[in-house]
Nanobody
Framework: QVQLVESGGGLVQAGGPLRLSCTASGSPFQLRAMAWYRQAPGNQREFVAS???????NYVDSVKGRFTISRDNAKSTVYLQMNSLKPEDTAVYYCNQDYHWWGQGTQVTVSS
């Protein structure tokens, strides 16, 4: 059974940074693609960033240049470094493995 546990969410002022972490268990982490999604109130869940097994990354246009996804296979952890945060980044952020398994989500709130 795959388990994904996110942490690092919180309240931050616009322009500030925040780093999310997601630690996985239950499958060989280094063989799994990882991603972050987010869902704002009243909106559908949307893709934010992904990193595959050879560390190739992909981002939604709205976060390019501000967010960085990375992974530490030794710690079975994927990170999302978020800089220059904007109020429109406010959402629940979800960790995803292999476009199938989901974490419970962590709230990110950016105040203006």
């Amino acid at each position: 059974q795959v388990q994904l546990v996110e942490s690092g969410g919180g309240l931050v002022q616009a322009g500030g940074p925040l780093r999310l972490s997601c630690t996985a268990s239950g499958s060989p982490f280094q063989l799994r693609a990882m991603a972050w999604y987010r869902q704002a109130p009243g909106n559908q869940r949307e893709f934010v960033a992904s990193i595959n097994t050879v560390f190739r990354t992909n981002y939604v246009d709205s976060v390019k240049g501000r967010f960085t996804i990375s992974r530490d296979n030794a710690k079975s952890t994927v990170y999302l470094q978020m800089n220059s945060l904007k109020p429109e980044d406010t959402a629940v952020y979800y960790c995803n493995q292999d476009y199938h398994w989901w974490g419970q989500g962590t709230q990110v709130t950016v105040s203006s």
